[in-house]
């Protein structure tokens, strides 16, 4: 039998495989991502889509007069340990004073999952400061919708915050 001599073998012979390797990594990295894309995302969407987008007109006049209230409103959500947090919202009318007769509520969305939603009011705390505990079901990405009504004014504010 015949062995080939080592110094025989043309130089790069080892290229061939070095683009057979890169490619199979790539074509593995692809499938996993893939996999992943196709097995964990639950896929949200409005269930009413289609009223929503009947409703649209209505919805820009109810963005217009929330411009027109000139209202402020902040949101701080944070947790206090574990996973119990406090959300404070801070209201204050067109002028900069404070809105302390408004009420208020929240809404607490996963925007990567479905089930873990929940709401709360939030209790008037001085000073146009609205307060409420709660308790996460999840740490991590959570968006906020902060709805105050004051008569037959509504003013609507979302934010999306991490809570770790």
């Not at 409103?73 to 809105?99: C, N």
């Not at 969305?109 to 709360?120: I, M």
Request: charged share 25%; no cysteine.
């Amino acid at each position: 039998m015949m062995r080939e001599d080592p110094a025989r073998r043309r130089p790069g012979h080892w290229i061939p495989w070095a683009f057979g390797a890169f490619f199979l990594v790539v074509l593995i990295a692809n499938g996993t991502m893939v996999y992943i894309g196709m097995t964990t995302w639950t896929g949200l969407v409005s269930e009413n889509y289609y009223e929503e987008g009947r409703t649209y007109n209505r919805n820009i006049a109810a963005a217009e007069a929330q411009a027109a209230l000139g209202w402020q409103l902040s949101i701080e959500a944070r947790l206090l340990g574990g996973f119990d947090g406090e959300l404070t919202v801070e209201l204050r009318d067109r002028d900069g004073r404070p809105i302390t007769d408004a009420e208020v509520t929240a809404r607490f969305v996963r925007p990567t999952s479905e089930g873990n939603d929940f709401s709360l009011a939030l209790a008037p705390a001085g000073q146009g400061r609205y307060r409420a505990r709660f308790t996460l079901p999840l740490t991590g990405l959570w968006d906020v919708h902060v709805d105050a009504t004051r008569g037959a004014d509504r003013f609507v504010r979302n934010r999306r915050v991490f809570l770790r």
